[in-house]
T-cell receptor, first 110, second 115 residues
Framework: SQQGEEDPQALSIQEGENATMNCSYK?????LQWYRQNSGRGLVHLIL?????REKHSGRLRVTLDTSKKSSSLLITASRAADTASYFC??????????FGGGTRLMVKP | EAGVAQSPRYKIIEKRQSVAFWCNPI?????LYWYQQILGQGPKLLIQ????????DSQLPKDRFSAERLKGVDSTLKIQPAKLEDSAVYLC?????????????FGPGTRLTVT
């Protein structure tokens, strides 16, 4: 079963705009991670936020976590065409076993 | 540093045939994972190894799927016999260990088509 559900399922924006993706989950977690997957490729780890953290930054990425609402958001600022990919949230509630959501397909138009 | 290697990259088989996938994790990584990713969905964990022992295989369809990591390094995932619904990308990942929050490094995957 998939714990995380991303919203929206698909997002299309212009280069330079910001992209926001949301993730909701059902059970308590140790941490939540975001991964990117380019078409036909493996997944690449982007950022991890622990359950006792509320916000984290990495370059153009900003992640927030609200454990009371069981939700997280990923913000990509000043998007580029190279950001076109699918983005997945994954929850870890024990032993580094990840449960992935269905993903958000992001298209950034040049 | 070499990444996670998987082979083959693509495989087409008929239903009821058998197939095997191979994974070589990053050197020194004790924990290895196999995921199944059906088109349009997120990856689903099938099995997790710590060295040569199974940590979790609760989502592995054991009537047809098997996996091993005999020497605690390479791993193989086998399907026998394959069904149409097994068509998916099979991803292998590794991490340094299974401590919470360890980054998982993914291979490019094997795309299986069952006809």
């Amino acid at each position: 079963s998939q714990q995380g559900e991303e919203d929206p399922q698909a997002l299309s924006i212009q280069e330079g705009e910001n992209a926001t993706m949301n993730c909701s989950y059902k059970t308590s977690i140790n941490n939540l991670q975001w991964y990117r997957q380019n078409s036909g490729r493996g997944l690449v780890h982007l950022i991890l936020i622990r359950s006792n953290e509320r916000e984290k930054h990495s370059g153009r990425l900003r992640v927030t976590l609200d454990t009371s609402k069981k939700s997280s958001s990923l913000l990509i600022t000043a998007s580029r065409a190279a950001d076109t990919a699918s983005y997945f949230c994954a929850t870890d509630n024990a032993g580094n076993m990840l449960t992935f959501g269905g993903g958000t397909r992001l298209m950034v138009k040049p | 540093e070499a990444g996670v290697a998987q082979s083959p990259r693509y495989k087409i088989i008929e239903k009821r045939q058998s197939v095997a996938f191979w994974c070589n994790p990053i050197s020194g990584h004790a924990t290895l994972y196999w995921y199944q990713q059906i088109l349009g969905q997120g990856p689903k964990l099938l099995i997790q190894f710590q060295n040569n022992g199974v940590v979790d295989d609760s989502q592995l369809p054991k009537d047809r799927f098997s996996a091993e990591r005999l020497k605690g390094v390479d791993s193989t995932l086998k399907i026998q016999p394959a069904k149409l619904e097994d068509s998916a990308v099979y991803l292998c990942a590794s991490s340094f260990d299974l401590a919470g929050g360890r980054e998982q490094y993914f291979g490019p995957g094997t795309r299986l088509t069952v006809t």
